[in-house]
């Protein structure tokens, strides 16, 4: 990775940004000559503590935007600057570091062993991590200590999610990746969800980023991210976040 001189620090006394996303994009050849612009010139600062919502409709480059900001895609083109380190540049072996040290990870689908507790789930990461709390503190955080010897057979789909937020997190990640974390879920399973993210965010400092097609989680963020063929059409900036135990859909 490179490391840009004077980044960390800023020289007005502003919040420097976790993250500075510059020019970035990625475009997808189809054959023929033919190609697909999954982004087409992103701009945008994050920053450690933020709540940010991504909308859009399918298609609108929302995944393409978080894989590459979790190291999991490389842009065509453009600049991702990390704490003052540019990662587009990195090879397969930093990416997985960085991906290990820096980022978590929520998907709709839960991913977790089945033939493992929930105890078991959390370590597969805390035994890797650099400096992981532990399983046991891991799940109590998204309020699962009193189940984390049971096997995901035995637990709900939002108890499900909420093993896979303690996964996510037990590593002390910079920033937590959520890719329609409540799509598979009804409404009260989702708000128990989406206050286990929310927990997270407010009490680790944690980047949340939580992408979605229901307008209504964007009450509950700091900053909602508009999306639409690949570019940001606008970014709105809530007054105050919504309780989610208010949310309905």
Known sequence: MKRLAGAK???????????RVRGLEKVYPTGEGLEVRALDGVDLDLYDNELVVLLGASGSGKSTLLNIIGGLDVPTSG???YRGTDITGSDEKELTLYRRDTV??????????PSLTARENV????????DPMTPEDALALVD???????????????EQQRVAIARA??????????????????LKTGRTVLN?????NRE????????????????????????????ITRIHQNRERRPVDTLEW
Not at 123 to 130: M, V
Not at 174 to 180: F, G, I, M, N, Q
Not at 205 to 228: C, F, K, P
Request: aromatic share 8%; hydrophobic share 45%; charged share 15%.
């Open 144 to 158: 699962l200590g009193h189940r984390m010897d049971h096997f995901p057979s035995q637990l709900s789909g939002g």
């Open 196 to 200: 286990a993210i929310e927990h997270v």
């Open 204 to 231: 680790m400092g944690t980047l949340a980023m939580i992408i979605t097609h229901n307008a209504v989680i964007s009450e509950m963020a700091d900053r909602v991210i508009y999306l639409s063929s690949g570019q």
């Open 9 to 19: 620090e800023s020289e007005n006394g502003h919040r420097e940004p976790l993250f």
């Open 169 to 186: 997190i037990a590593k002390r990640p910079e920033v937590l990746l959520c890719d329609e974390p409540t799509g598979a879920l009804d």
């Open 104 to 113: 978590g990870f929520i998907f709709q689908f839960y991913n977790l062993i």
């Open 123 to 130: 370590a597969l990461i805390t035994e890797i991590a650099t």
């Open 79 to 81: 600049t991702l600057i």
